[in-house]
């Protein structure tokens, strides 16, 4: 295969990439999201700032033209996502906690029923951990009194809405073992055995280059265990920039070790990229000195990682 797509269908599995609005006017980056890819993650388009600016007024339009490319190039859609404390709304903040409720189920039921049909898992609940492992006291935590409670509730209402797509949490730092990650074992543990329809865990792995955690398998195949697909959701693996030769090659061996271990576990449907390429990525604004997180280069241009990943597909 020559295309990240075909390599990871020829496993049975997908390649995705996150696509904003501002890749479907350039010609490249559409071009190469649209032809090496198979999955699409709406980079902003539909978190709830955008899709609900206002209480109970939506807005689906930025939404509906990433689905309608991912669609126009055969491709699935990863709905990012429901329920998260950052990109909220102004609106939300001066809500009393029984509104902040019945507004999360109705922006659930809103935005999940719209895209019914065409999602293929849906990120329900994103970032609910803080990095030593306890809940994100956020206002939906404040408003249900406790994580498990307001996760559950967020499933299910998203679950009533689409009974066919698959329900994930995702969050970044859970990708090793370690408190967090055990945090969010325990929680899918307790959904699970709570039968809440819980589909999934996302690995959001955002990763700096030469630490991929050593774990990575065998923390993802222990969600797998209880009966979860475990996905890596958010791949890039930065280094300072200007890259230096050495650091390109490190990252070759961090993306084919990661690829690798996706596909030694039955339960994990697939790997998506963050952002297209090292042009378009979100790493230099977010991390000031760091950058070509991603396999394509600033022009578009498939680096080692890329070939070190079509060599492990
Ligand atoms: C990022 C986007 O890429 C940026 O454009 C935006 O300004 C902030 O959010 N974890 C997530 C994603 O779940 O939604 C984030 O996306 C990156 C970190």
Redesign the pocket.
Known sequence: PTTLRAGAEADSRYFGV?V?QQDLGNGTASNVAGSQFDMVTP??EM?WDTVEPNNGQFNFSPGDAIVNFATSHNERVRG??LVWHS?LPGWMSSLSGSQAKSAMEAHITGEVSHFKGKIYAWDVV??PFNDDGSFRQDVFYNAFGGGAQYIGDAIRTAHAADPAAKLYI?D?NIEGQGAKSDAMYNLAKTLVAQGVPLGGIGF?S?FIVGQVPSSLQANMQRFAALGLDVAIT?LDDRMPTPASSGNLQQQATDDANIVKACLAIAQCPGITQ??ISDADS?IPGTFPGYGAATLFDNNYQPKSAFNSVMTAL
């Open positions: 996150a904003g980079q902003n978190k990012h996502n990109q994103n970032e995702n970044y959001e955002h958010e963050w952002n979100w």
